[in-house]
């Protein structure tokens, strides 16, 4: 019997929480190492960041960045662990994800990865300083109307989550204009985000060309398995194709919808999110509730996750 084939999807800023991590660290020592890595390349304790806080230095862009990559991967690395022959027939990642989805199949090294996750935050921060941003989740309400919002209030389309769940990124004049649309035009609900500027939207264009400079220098390797970028939401392999994405996903939208869409059509149902965190499980259910998606979000996860891929 063939076995399904299977996805890992990484989670983006947001998902970070005081704590993450800390579990893996301590029972496995490929976990530690990553964390210890880390620390010595950023040259400050991130680990403690993750571990122990305080809640608004992580939640500030430029540690929740790294903290994510490096709590994904270090999960991934228990994983890998302890069920060497899983390997994912594909990856994707929300955001700041892809970078942790491009790390763990090689494309990127660990090292690699964090430093161009350092400079993406760094840029991002800064430019989110400059621009008195904001965003805006919008629950309920289908694409049309919220594009129809967009380009009424001078918001944009930010992230296509769900069927019926999409942000907005924009000036803070745009936004609340843009609550206000939507709270008209009848969403279930409003949610203004807790983030630290108008991320993947024009005014992030100051990161993007930072960003561009930093990837030039960085060796990516064509990936082994699907691989979806955000900008596109369609399969690429070629190197260039996907370092040109990776600066161009700061002021461009997330396309999770047509991501998980693209990964049915690759004949993959059953996924394992990997990193802080269970949104993008919630998400996938509403996009597709027939897809199966298993979280190893803590060490106590795998045994959740060992038993239903036992079943396969």
């Known amino acids: 019997m063939v076995s399904p084939k299977i996805g890992f999807l990484f989670p983006g800023q947001g998902a970070q929480y005081v704590g993450m991590g800390h579990e893996a660290a301590e029972k496995f020592d490929g976990a530690r190492q990553l964390f210890q890595q880390a620390d ?3 040259g ?10 305080p809640e608004d230095a992580l939640t500030r862009t430029l540690h929740a960045q ?4 490096v709590t994904s991967l270090a999960l991934l690395s228990v994983l890998e662990e302890k069920r060497p022959e899983i390997r994912p027939d594909f990856v994707a990642g929300l955001s700041l994800g892809e970078f942790s989805a491009l790390a763990a199949i090689g494309s990127l090294s660990f090292a690699e990865g964090l430093k161009l996750v350092r400079v993406r935050a760094q840029s991002m921060e800064k430019a989110a300083s400059e621009t008195e941003g904001a965003m805006v989740s919008i629950l309920g309400l289908a694409q049309e109307d919220c594009t129809a919002i967009a380009q009424e209030s001078g918001a944009e389309l930010a992230n296509l989550n769900a069927p019926d769940q999409f942000v907005l990124s924009g000036s803070k004049p745009s936004i609340e204009k843009a609550a206000d649309l939507a709270e008209k035009k009848g969403a279930k609900r409003i949610v203004r985000l807790k983030v630290g500027g108008a991320f993947h939207s024009s005014l992030m264009e100051p990161a993007r060309k930072k960003f561009g400079v930093a990837l030039k ?3 990516i390797r ?5 691989f979806i970028p955000n900008v596109s939401a369609r399969e690429e392999s070629n190197p260039e194709e996907i370092r040109s994405f990776l600066a161009e996903q700061l002021t461009h939208p997330v396309r999770w919808i047509e991501t998980m869409f693209c990964a049915r059509e690759k004949g993959v149902r059953r996924f394992i999110e990997i990193g802080p965190g269970r949104v993008l499980k919630g998400l996938a259910k509403r996009i597709d509730p027939s897809l199966e998606v298993f979280s190893l979000e803590k060490v106590s996860d795998l045994e959740a996750l060992e038993s239903a891929l036992e079943k396969v």
């Open 40 to 42: 010595g390349l950023l």
């Open 44 to 53: 400050y304790p991130l680990s403690q960041i993750c571990f122990q806080g």
């Open 66 to 69: 790294p903290a994510i990559f």
């Open 217 to 219: 220098n960085v060796s």
């Open 222 to 226: 064509a990936p082994q398995c699907h």
